[in-house]
Nanobody, 126 residues
Framework: QVHVVESGGGLVQPGASLKLSCAAS????????IAWFRQAPGTEREFVAG????????IYADSVKGRLTISRDNAKNMVYLQMNALKPDDTAVYYC???????????????????WGQGTQVTVSS
């Protein structure tokens, strides 16, 4: 089992950068696939980016490719989401999710994850 806590959200202007962090507890963190999802008001929670346990495979939503980068440090039990060139459409609550046994083809599926944080708000506005 793993417990995750997000941080790093805030209010930024369009074009700015922000780095979100996901701190995890649990001895088996290094075995978990970690993903970031986001949810804007009135919309469903959507996949943003995911990283496999060994960091060799990363997956991104088409809407964020080239702007967002997911990375992890298993020694520190941390996962990061570097967000560049932010747009107003990126405004949402960002959630970190974790689970073991997530097959590659299921990385984008929120139902594949049992462990979720409380979320951190990102607002992009001028």
């Amino acid at each position: 089992q793993v417990h995750v806590v997000e941080s790093g959200g805030g209010l930024v202007q369009p074009g700015a950068s922000l780095k979100l962090s996901c701190a995890a507890s649990g001895r088996t963190f290094s075995q978990h696939t970690i993903a970031w999802f986001r949810q804007a008001p009135g919309t469903e929670r959507e996949f943003v980016a995911g990283i496999r346990w060994n960091s060799r495979t990363t997956i991104y939503a088409d809407s964020v490719k080239g702007r967002l980068t997911i990375s992890r440090d298993n020694a520190k039990n941390m996962v990061y989401l570097q967000m560049n060139a932010l747009k107003p459409d990126d405004t949402a609550v960002y959630y970190c999710a974790a689970d073991t046994g997530v097959i590659l083809s299921n990385t984008r599926n929120r139902a594949a994850y049992d462990y979720w944080g409380q979320g951190t708000q990102v607002t992009v506005s001028s």
